[in-house]
């Protein structure tokens, strides 16, 4: 008997300490970061955006979706097609259209806001649209590009990320429960020794080349005059305009529609610290928005048993027992605050200049003609001024 | 530059006796200490600064009680709450029957219910007894904790019209006990003459009734009923996982706060445009669960009609029902969030919860637009929730007619308002992990539920407080091991006094959920841990807590060394030039002297 309770305990116990088997899968976030500036570094930014309108054309919403672009493209005076991305050279699809949401912009994408987001520590003043607001349910895509190098990222030509920062951020993130599921891609040279240093459980990261290998731009638009894209992040777009909503291919199929010779690097992707199958992983689950829901069987009775209740005196839905509920709220030791608030109330009733406040407030609503009231009592003011300055 | 003042002229030769002494290995004058006093006092102030400048560049480090975080960990892991609960069963009408044998009867029915495992949450029960019989002789269990009036029950008139009115009357018999410590739960099983069969009914308070006849015959399955009531009910609220405490059930942000944000959504203007008079129903129907839930959390309500919003996913129109069609399989799609623009809210901030409550008006097209489900009935409702993330209900308006020309703009009637405020109080109770439908069916008979107009029942309110007591102190306790870990971990980051605060006082708030968890008040104990969740939230999440911004040593001796490293070389170098020239011309003086007594 005893050794059944023993075990029942333990059961117990590691159930509710395990709890990233038993979270569901809530919701999914994007963060979309784009590190380079300058115009010669417009592919960067193409692919950060070709990635956030898949994302939401798959289903993501805006408010769950961060995009960081440390430069403007679509208004730079280098730009022959004002206000117009292109990630292709047919120029099919402008980028830059319409619902563009730019979370960070400019300047203001550093190593320290990046790590911000992640990490969830802001000054009281952000906005809640510059926040990570995940929960523990959520899958989070971080897709990072630009320039990197072995173990490190460069944001804005003047600092880095370095991989035990991006590693420390993630162990953060797992400690405090930011989300189930992570997926990193990184589209940058020598972009695999970025994730060398991650060792949080529920963690996928791919990357568009190994240590030592360049990843190297798609084409050149000779009409805009810089190459509009690179290879892997080309090659995933390739992928993911086949699919749309409904679709569930899996993470597995994404990762082996890379062909090296077609990138001319190797695309590397890490699954130690991840534990589902890839093959049974849609992608989905980190691209799309499918949301958990339930269906609500009945509604909750409350109003139409109140009105065949003999105590309720009138017949509109609006006049309500809400005094008698708080009448009996009273009697509760507990709601203290109700209390509080009923007691201020019977005070301010007994004092009579709030009374007479209260009175004179009621009148004064009456009145209809404020204006020439007003006007009247300015008038008999200088009339007094001047009887008074006259007699002294 | 030589010193130039102790060489005297070695040209002049003294006509004396004694030979001329060798100036490089004698000399006849004692050396002085003036020079090595300089140079060592200027050696001493710089190494007696020393210990000032290293005070001054220490990172200055809050202290955090490691120890008390350490010990609340533990506590929180190895103890599971639990609360005390009064479990009270009066039988009415039971001629034969021992109250204390009906206690150990109960008692053994509630242990078998809730297992051996205490799950936090759960209730420390205290059960006591009254029995009355036919003639209206009470006995109860010792030590009797209510002073329940014999034969205020009347056995014959008990159960006669509507059940509000009955459980009112019920509040009044039981109005007057206090209780031990916790709250009182009563059932009271009437056992009546004439044959009705057995309904069971639970009140908006904290009683439960059962009332039939023939029940003494029936003794066991009465006392398995009493004890189902207890345990499933009562203690665990009607839901069916009683084990773990699932996050995605808990929608409270973690400073405390949750925004109800309501928006009616007119899919196609052109068509129709519908309105609600939002502020009377939220001051009417809405402000009473905010009440209800204040201990809970800190809600608060804001609304929003938005237009040309269409959903993105598809319907199919349906002769035999005559109204399109979309499917539970349609539903993951429902929400367009490319279209509707729902989280504008001003009034969240950064660390609250927001839960949206969509009303979908649908256009001339989908007109009407009904949900069915996979058994092929069509919802009753119309309406879908999601975890943590709010519901949806769909509204058809009255006709599906236009006008050709112009869109009418409509005003969405009182009644339909109401009804859809039921619907949507369903979906909020379904958010925080309870049905939202007004029975609960178990092996041994089904139970009706009544509605309350504050959306909970009192019980059920009982119920989450407690759960939201453990899983406030749960997620406080990690929240807090992560800050002692993460601090202890980098001994270089400057850690502020306002997180050293903020981390004591939610330990102390922490401790004051606890001994009033003990103490049996529900509702002060979820409020308490409520803030200490938030505290210690703030403190985890306090902005001054970048790795990127902390000073490692190198970065120290980097900055310093410039400064001291040249001065501190010359100092020590001439001090020590200082000591040896001492010595060696002590070490002259000494062997003129020893020359002179040899001469």
Redesign the interface.
Known sequence: MKN??LV??L???S???S?GD???H??NWAVLVCTSRFWFNYRHMANTLSLYRTV?RL?????RIILMLADDMACNSRNQYPAQVFNNENHQINLYGD?VEVDYRGYEVT??NF??VL??????A????K?L?S???SHILLYMTGHGGDEFLKFQDAEELQSH?LA?AVK?MK??RRFKELLIMVDTCQAATLFNQLQSPGVLAIGSSLKGENSYSHHLDSDIGVSVVDRFTYYTLAFFERLN??DNASLNSLFRSYDPRQLMSTAYYRTDLYQPHLSEVPVTNFFG??????????????????I????IKSD???N???NQ?SEQDV?ED?????NQNDELKTEKQKCPYSEMRADLHEKLKKIENVDTMVNLSIAVMILVVMVSSSLL | MEETSDHPNPTTDTPGTTPEPDLKTMRSSKPGLKRLLITTTVLFSFLSGLPFLWKSVEIYRSQLPFHDIDSLSDQV?SAPLRFPCTFHAVFVGFGSNDPDQLRSEIQDGVNQLT???S?CGSCNVSISVTVQSPDELCSETFPSTCSYRCGVIKRDSFGRG?D??VD?SLDDVF?GCSGGIGKMYSVVVVNKENGDEVKAVVGKRRHAWIVGSGLEERFGEVVGRVSEVFVKVFMNGGREEG??????FMPVGSDGRLVLSFSLLNSNPRDWIYDWDFQ??DE??L??VT?AL??IANISVESQVLYHTPK?SFSSWDEKLQSYIFR?SD?????N??E?H??T?AG???RSKILQFVVYIPSGKECPLH?Q?PNEEI???N???????G?V?VWNPRSCDKDSESPSTNTIS??DL??I???F???F??LFGF????TYTRELGSYKI??????FTKWELDVLSRKHTCFNLHSCAT?LG?LS??VQSLPRMIIKDEIGEQVKYSLKAAKLAQSNASLG????SASSSREARSLAENA????S?????YFSYEHCFAVYSPFFLPVAGHVVLAALREWRRYKQEKAKYLTWLTRKQAA
């Open positions: 059944l309770t029942v305990m059961l117990c116990y159930f509710a300490s709890s038993s979270t569901i809530t919701n939401k289903g993501i919403p805006d408010e619902n190593v320290e790590l911000r990490t969830g520590r802001h000054e009281n952000v906005p809640r649209s926040r607001l929960d523990e349910g920062d420390d953060q400690e405090k909503i409904y928005s499918v949301m958990e829901t339930i269906h609500t069987d009945s509604a909750y009775h409350a109003f139409s048993s109140r065949s209740n003999s105590k509109t839905p609006f309500q027992p809400f509920l009697k507990l709601q203290n605050t109700n | 892991k297992g051996e495992s799950q509507l509000d009115a009112e109005s084990d773990s405490i699932r996050g995605e009377r129903i009417a129907l402000a009473p009440k204040a201990p993105s539970t539903l993951p799609f429902f929400v969030s490319n509707w729902l989280d809210s969240a901030s950064g949900l489900l919802s009753k409702t309406g879908f929730i999601s975890p943590m993330w519901g209900i009182p009644q109401e009804k405020v039921e619907v109080l369903g979906q109770r379904q049905k939202s439908e007004a009544l509605p309350s107009e504050r959306g929240t992560s870990r993460l008040g529900y509702s002060s985890f999440f306090h902005p807590i970048m790795s990127v911004s």
